[in-house]
């Protein structure tokens, strides 16, 4: 279980070990189990007990450093099926959002249950995370992501195509990653209270035009298009400069809240253009 409060190691906690090229394996602490590296090897039960910014050693004096795994690590190294969200733009979402302590929110596309999992961690133990999605083994994979992060209690599970609507109604936001938002459009604005958070996920800017088409049509305002790029810089004091590489495009999203029917969107475009 992930415990970010944790002092020392214990079984059972989710933890990090980052070798001196940085290299990291993120698994769960089990008696008498061992993990085996390029650098050596390396037993669960001698960490327990360690406190965690600790150095320890495989069994060839290879150097690894103990630490607890941050959530983007963890939704980084999660096992997959499907193409999950990156931090940069999980991040985002969270707080266009608004997510917080105690609220519930509709999901439609588990995947591989990244997003998932980021939600379940920002709502807390009082809050509630309804995903849907039409594949089972994709729920099955984020179902173990979950349990991994001890976080399965406070999402579920909906198996279904979201054509036919969704069960919760007045839900204080509703995140949408499925292949044609667009057609869905009327049913999450019956799931949303009005004045909630809408925010989708999606790959082609003509996507995004039928996506803002459908969302006017149906008195969403206050709409926003982002694209969010990343860049890493090698931090070396006396050479700083920009890595080789950079988590450029992957993909645009869009915001919306959803107002009541009487509202009039022109008035509202008008001061969009300003």
């Known amino acids: 279980m992930w415990n970010i409060n944790a002092k020392i190691a214990s079984f059972g906690d989710l933890i990090q070990l980052v070798g001196m090229r940085h290299k990291s394996y993120i698994f769960t602490l089990v008696e008498d ?5 390029h650098r050596g090897l390396l037993k669960h039960n001698d960490l327990v007990g360690l406190p965690f910014g600790s150095k320890v050693l495989s069994h060839n004096e290879s150097p690894f450093f103990l630490l607890q795994p941050s959530l983007s690590d963890v939704l980084l190294d999660l096992k997959r099926i499907t193409q999950i969200l990156y931090p940069k733009d999980i991040g985002y979402i969270l ?3 608004g997510v917080g302590e105690g609220q519930q929110i509709i999901e439609a596309g588990t995947g591989s249950g990244a997003m998932t999992i980021a939600l379940a961690h920002a709502v807390g133990s009082k809050g509630k995370i309804f ?9 099955n994979l984020a179902k173990k992501n979950l349990n991994l992060m001890g976080l399965e209690e406070r999402v579920e599970f909906k198996l279904r195509d979201i054509i036919e609507g969704f069960d919760e109604k007045n839900v204080d936001a509703l995140f949408l ?9 009327p049913q999450v604005k019956n799931a949303i209270k009005p004045g909630g958070f809408f925010a989708c996920l999606i790959p082609t800017t003509n996507q995004v035009s039928r996506l803002l088409h459908q ?11 982002v694209e969010v790029l990343l860049r890493f810089y090698k931090p070396e004091p006396e050479r700083l400069r920009p890595t080789d590489r950079m988590v450029a495009h992957t993909g645009y999203l869009v915001f919306g809240r959803p ?14 253009e300003m």
């Open 33 to 37: 189990k061992e993990l085996h590296t």
């Open 95 to 97: 707080l266009q959002l």
């Open 131 to 139: 995903s849907y999605d039409q594949k089972k083994e994709f729920q």
């Open 177 to 185: 990653d499925v292949m044609n938002p667009y057609d869905y459009i």
């Open 215 to 225: 969302l006017r049509l149906n008195q969403f305002a206050f709409l926003e298009v």
């Open 259 to 272: 107002l009541l029917s009487e509202f009039d969107l022109d008035e509202n475009h008008d001061k969009e």
